[in-house]
């Protein structure tokens, strides 16, 4: 089984910003962590986990329309770790953040298709 762990979490007031890491310490059937999609989700308290950013083996990133502008993928493959920075951070933006791999398949913000996550980091924002 892989492992993904995030940090990062913390709370912040309305327009600050955070960055998060999520770091692969092993990763299902012996691939290469560069061969994995990696993407970021969060759940809000009573919602659904939703789809935040995703950066693929090109290192193409793609975000959901509501955090576009304010927040920024990147990953770096020799120490397995993807971040998130973020900017501007909302009310709207305090959720449980949590990583996820995909290997093979599309890189897509549907958390349905991924197979490997961490725990979570919780990020709280205040106004």
């Known amino acids: 089984q892989g492992q993904l762990v995030e940090s990062g979490g913390d709370s912040v007031q309305a327009g600050g910003s955070l960055t998060l890491s999520c770091t692969a310490s092993?990763?299902?059937?012996?691939?290469?962590?560069?061969?994995?999609?990696m993407a970021w989700f969060r759940q809000a308290s009573g919602k659904e986990r939703e789809g935040v950013a995703i950066?693929?083996?090109?290192?193409?990133?793609s975000y959901a329309p509501s955090v576009e502008d304010r927040f920024t993928v990147s990953r770096d493959n020799s120490k397995k770790i993807v971040f998130l920075r973020m900017n501007s951070l909302k009310s709207e933006d305090a959720a449980m953040y949590y990583c996820?791999?995909?290997?093979?398949?599309?890189?897509?913000?549907?958390?349905?298709?991924?197979?490997?996550w961490g725990q979570g980091t919780r990020v709280t924002v205040s106004s």
């Open positions: 950066i693929n083996i090109d290192l193409k990133a």
């Open positions: 996820a791999a995909r290997y093979g398949g599309g890189c897509t913000l549907d958390p349905s298709v991924y197979r490997t």
């Open positions: 092993r990763l299902p059937w012996g691939n290469r962590y560069s061969d994995y999609c």
